[in-house]
């Protein structure tokens, strides 16, 4: 099978990140390379030049990859038209895949995540939103962001009463088969 570049994708609650340890655990590391889209660090309320930037870089990691047959995935949101944006004649294929949750999903998980000052801290700042509405904006954004991943025939799967382990299960049947 030929190297690809994934981006595993969704609003913030959903197990991106979640996901990550689980992934590097299940797929063989030299056929296969997992990073979080935020691991060089987000600044100050993020925006969208930075996060192109970033979706940009992932890429170019992911074309260098191929290069000695590996592939790469990336857990962070992107969707289907930002890749499309920033990808270049030449770039590997890219396929997105979107991590879904019910809204009374993501406000659990949300609200238990943020519940140190340092985590409070940290969520304000890369946002630039207190935390309530950081989650009040995620909830709203998930319907949109859903109907863009299907308006793309994007696979979606649906993480509600699965724990990290068993989405990583089938993210990894998905990527192998």
């Known amino acids: 099978m030929s190297p690809k570049i994934y981006f595993i ?13 689980h992934l590097r655990d299940l797929l063989p590391q030299d056929k296969y390379k997992v990073h979080d889209l935020d691991e060089r660090g987000v600044p100050d309320g ?9 979706m940009r870089h992932w890429i170019n990691v992911g074309n260098e990859n191929a290069a000695h047959g590996i592939s790469t995935i990336i857990c962070g949101f992107a969707q289907p038209e930002g890749l499309a944006e920033v990808g270049q004649e030449g770039d590997l294929e890219v396929c997105p895949l979107m991590l879904d949750a019910s809204d009374e999903t993501l406000r659990t998980r949300l609200l238990g995540r943020h519940t140190s000052p340092e985590s409070i801290h940290e969520i304000e700042r890369a946002s630039g939103k207190p935390v309530s509405a950081f989650i009040d904006k995620m ?13 793309h025939s994007c696979t979606i799967i649906d993480t509600d009463a699965k724990t990290p382990l068993e989405i990583a299960r089938e993210v990894v049947e998905l990527i192998v088969s």
Do not use: C, Q
């Open 139 to 151: 909830i709203a954004d998930a319907p949109f962001v859903r109907n863009l991943f299907k308006k």
């Open 46 to 54: 993020g925006g969208k030049a930075w996060h192109d930037k970033e």
């Open 9 to 21: 994708s969704g609003v913030s609650g959903v197990g991106k990140s979640s996901l990550i340890p």
